[in-house]
């Protein structure tokens, strides 16, 4: 009890209260603008997060990210456009009730919905990760070896379009990571003379770049599309129309929100992904699928439950192994390690009121969404009249000092670059990022686990399935990888 | 630009190679099989496989390269192209005009290449060089480059 107290007295400082308010009108304003993700809000805010003690950093991120998930469903139902890729599973259904009259039943129902998915979300990551903390206690470099291995294999198979694609992607993380002297050995590794990149790539730079710079870039090719002008939302009774839903729905909210916690707790998978899935389930089951894409609100309602279920889900495997559930949490781990906060089991018991003081903000951004998501919604068709042609290079202005101020040096803002034109060329070609994210920050931990395992078993590889969950995960992780080939054969056979 | 699966696997195979090669030139750990060479080698084989799989599933398009809409636009080049070069010309100059005029000039000219109004885009540049400039120079105490010509007076 003592322990939560403590907990309490961190997140009730006014300070973090203030961050997390500001966090959250920050994610709420980059979600609700098309072009700019849940990924991009944190990318942008960890700078600034950078020069704050572990709690409010961490609320101000979880915060954001909460919130720009779910902003992403305003567009999507005032402009056909949705404003991250996580809302456009259902955007149709949600610009079309909008369009007829229904935009209290369509934009309370995502809110809402967002809500208790995050909420649930939260309420299994409390529930889940002190057990899961406990076995994992017991790992040894061998099981660590395995489940980032595990990780970086469902990084593959999960993310929509071409695993051999998204394999490329984690080729181009995975070698990033080796650069640098920052390695068992300690040898300076492709650092061609340059004394920057002794220390490696620096991992915030890299995602600015990759995430928000590219993102510029696609504004700067693409230029301003034919602008079309905002529906007009009806905020009166936007809770109260949600009553109905809960009672007609619970099962969808349930199972999106379960779904969701799960699908993010994948390593690689999630909001996006989550949130796609979702909708397909809710379709598949139910008792009107015909009406799905055509103004429904069933599929909001699960999916929108879904993809905020993941932003928490995504926190399981961040918080108890150090292995990022999606790139947010890549981010984040990053943060936490700057911070001396090494995420792993061993954060629950020697912090373990710094982890339940993240559970009361992941409960406090959820219950926030409520009324500042109400807000954000009365203002959307305001929001959304900044023009692109302004945003952009003022994004681009803060990538700039964002990437700066990590290394404090121009290495920073070279780095930014490389990596901006790298996501924009990856993105060109159908290379999903986040893979290269997740070998970018899990390259080294699968080196280190690698060669100090290696070194115990003195070269022996059969140490690698001698402990009963190393074998279980390995298993698993090559399971993963052997599913997929055999459908693949089995496929050529039948043509 | 999109590159078919043969062009792509082309480049990830010669990547690998190049990679494997790279990793020949390092050590072990002394006394050990496994070092600074192990992870390098391993992405190595790992990329020559994956080029070689990207290779095998396009052979049937040939080396197709598609010419995405906007690639056609010389306009849309010409964006991209100097939003790289006025990021590198802030690089180059930021340390002797300082973050202020740099990042000023720099927002004007990307807001004039996407097309807003001079003026917006003055009143624009100087209300974010101030807000930047105070909130992360001031605030947040990162050492943004003062330059010699125009330091703001905080």
């Known amino acids: ?495 | 630009m999109k590159l078919g699966d043969t062009s792509l696997g082309i480049l990830v195979l010669i990547g690998g190679l190049a990679l494997f090669w790279a990793g020949l030139g390092f050590s072990p750990i002394p006394g050990q099989v496994y070092g600074a060479q192990t992870m390098p080698k391993a992405v190595g084989v790992l990329s020559i496989g994956l080029g070689l799989a990207l290779i095998l599933s396009g052979r049937a398009a040939g080396l197709a390269v598609t010419i995405s809409d906007w690639a056609r636009d010389p306009g849309a080049w010409a964006r991209l192209l100097s939003a790289i070069a006025l990021i590198v010309a802030y690089i180059l100059l930021a340390g002797t005009l300082g973050f202020a005029l740099t990042a000023f000039g720099l927002l004007v000219a990307l807001m004039l290449l996407t097309g807003t109004r001079v003026l917006t885009a003055v009143i624009v540049a100087i209300g974010t060089v101030t807000l930047v400039q105070y909130s992360f120079g001031q605030l947040l105490r990162v050492p943004l480059p003062r330059g010699d010509l125009l330091a703001l007076p905080f």
């Open chain 1, 1 to 495: 009890m003592n322990v939560l107290g403590q907990a309490l007295a961190l997140v009730a400082d006014p300070y973090v209260l203030l961050v997390m308010l500001a966090s959250g009108i920050f994610g709420l304003f980059v979600g609700s603008i098309p072009g700019l993700t849940a990924t991009m809000a944190t990318a942008l805010l960890v700078p600034i997060t950078f020069f704050m003690d572990p709690v409010p950093a961490i609320a101000a991120i979880v915060t954001a990210a909460a919130m720009s998930i779910f902003a992403g469903d305003i567009p999507g139902a005032l402009l056909r456009i949705p404003g991250t890729p996580a809302s456009a599973a259902y955007v149709e259904d949600a610009y079309r009730m909008t369009r007829d009259g229904r935009s209290r039943d369509a934009l309370g129902a995502v809110l809402v919905f967002s809500a208790i998915g995050g909420i649930f979300g939260t309420l299994i990551l409390i529930l889940a990760s002190p057990a899961l903390a406990e076995i994992a206690l017991k790992f040894s470099s061998f099981e660590y070896f395995w489940l980032v291995v595990l990780g970086l294999s469902c990084a593959i198979f999960v993310s929509p379009g071409s695993p051999l694609r998204a394999m490329v992607s984690l080729v181009i993380g995975l070698f990033a990571a080796t650069i640098g002297m920052d390695n068992p050995a300690a040898q300076a590794r492709f650092t061609f003379g340059n004394l920057d990149l002794l220390a490696g790539v620096s991992f915030i730079p890299a995602m600015i770049g990759l995430f928000a710079a590219a993102e510029v870039f696609r504004a700067m090719v693409h230029g301003r599309k034919g602008a079309t002008a905002p529906l007009q939302p009806d905020t009166k009774g936007l809770f109260s129309s949600q009553i109905a839903n809960m009672r007609r729905y619970p099962v969808q909210a349930l199972r999106g929100s379960g779904l969701g916690t799960l699908i993010g707790a994948l390593p690689g998978a999630g909001a996006d992904i989550a949130a796609w899935i979702s909708y397909a389930v809710s379709k598949r089951f139910s008792r009107t699928p015909e009406r799905f894409g055509h103004g429904h609100v069933e599929g909001l309602v699960e999916a929108g439950a879904s993809n905020n279920a993941a932003v928490s889900g995504a926190w399981i495997p961040a918080l108890v192994f150090g292995i990022p559930g999606d790139s947010i949490t890549a981010i984040v781990i990053g943060v936490l390690y700057v911070k001396g906060m090494n995420p792993g089991p061993t954060i629950f018991l020697h912090e373990p009121q710094l982890i339940y003081a993240l559970f009361i903000v992941f409960l406090l951004a959820n219950l926030l969404m409520l009324p500042l998501g109400w807000l954000a919604i009365r203002l959307a068709s305001r929001v959304l009249k900044v023009p692109q042609k302004v945003l952009m290079p003022i994004i681009l202005l803060f990538c700039i000092v964002g990437a700066f101020s990590i290394t404090n040096s121009a290495y920073g803002v070279v780095l930014m670059l490389v990596f901006g034109v790298l996501g924009f060329l990856m993105e060109e070609n159908d290379i999903p990022i986040a893979p290269a994210i997740l070998g970018l920050v899990l390259g080294p931990m699968l080196e280190k686990n690698f060669i100090t395992s290696m070194i115990k078993a003195d070269g022996n590889w059969l140490a690698f399935f001698e402990r009963p969950i190393a074998a279980g995960i390995g298993a698993l992780a090559i399971l993963v990888w052997l599913v997929p080939l055999v459908r693949l054969i089995l496929r050529r056979r039948a043509a």
